[in-house]
Structures are given as C-alpha cells and as structure tokens.
C-alpha cells in the first residue's frame, strides 16, 4: 500500500524556522518522480509551495523564495521542506504530494501556525 506521512507541523512566532518530512513508500520514491509540498490556508485553493522536477530540478513560489528549501533523502526515501524567516502568511496544512507512473498520491495534511 503506498503511503505518504507528513510530520513536523506545529506553532512557530514569525521568523522562527520549522522542518516538515514526509516518509514517501519506496515503490512510488523515484528521482524521476514529481514530489513537491503544497499548502492550503484557510478559505483558499490548495497551492504549490516547492518541487521536484522529473529532472531534479527545484522550484519555488514566489512568495517562498530565499525562506524555504525542499530537500530529499533517497536513502530513506524522505522528502523534507526547510522554513525559515516564516511569516504569518505562512500558515496553513501542507502536504506532501508524489506523481509517479500517471497516479497521483497525497499525504494526510500537517497544520502548520505561524502566530506570535
């Protein structure tokens, strides 16, 4: 069964840092997969926040650029997503998303705040 789960979410003040993984199943964990980290705030659409490429390339939102990192360990077949400087805008669930072989599979959500 592939399995997707997050971890890491909580409270942070702004400007503080916080890490999230996800632990991805090894049949759906390929380099040349699409992995990425979305997140919905409340009242708005789900949005892309970082990804992977097919080519393993990054790429960012905009308004994340220079505070966020999306990073991955093959050998433990995890995908992270470092915040930094972290603004109250940052707030909401995030998920953690794999698109392998025209199948697309979603994590269970981690709440992350950003409030003073």
């Known amino acids: 069964q592939v399995q997707l789960v997050e971890s890491g979410g909580g409270l942070v003040q702004p400007g503080g840092s916080l890490t999230l993984s996800c632990a991805v199943s090894q049949t759906i964990f390929s380099r040349h997969a699409l992995m990425g980290w979305y997140r919905q705030a409340p009242g708005k659409e789900r949005e892309l926040v970082a990804s992977?490429?097919?080519?393993?390339?990054?790429t960012y939102a905009d308004s994340v650029k220079g505070r966020f990192t999306i990073s991955r360990d093959t050998t433990t077949n995890t995908l992270y997503l470092l915040m930094y400087k972290m603004k109250p805008e940052d707030t909401g669930v995030y998920y953690c998303?794999?698109?392998?072989?025209?199948?697309?599979?979603w994590g269970q959500g981690t709440q992350v705040t950003v409030s003073s």
């Open positions: 998303n794999v698109q392998h072989s025209g199948s697309v599979y």
């Open positions: 992977f490429t097919s080519g393993g390339s990054r």
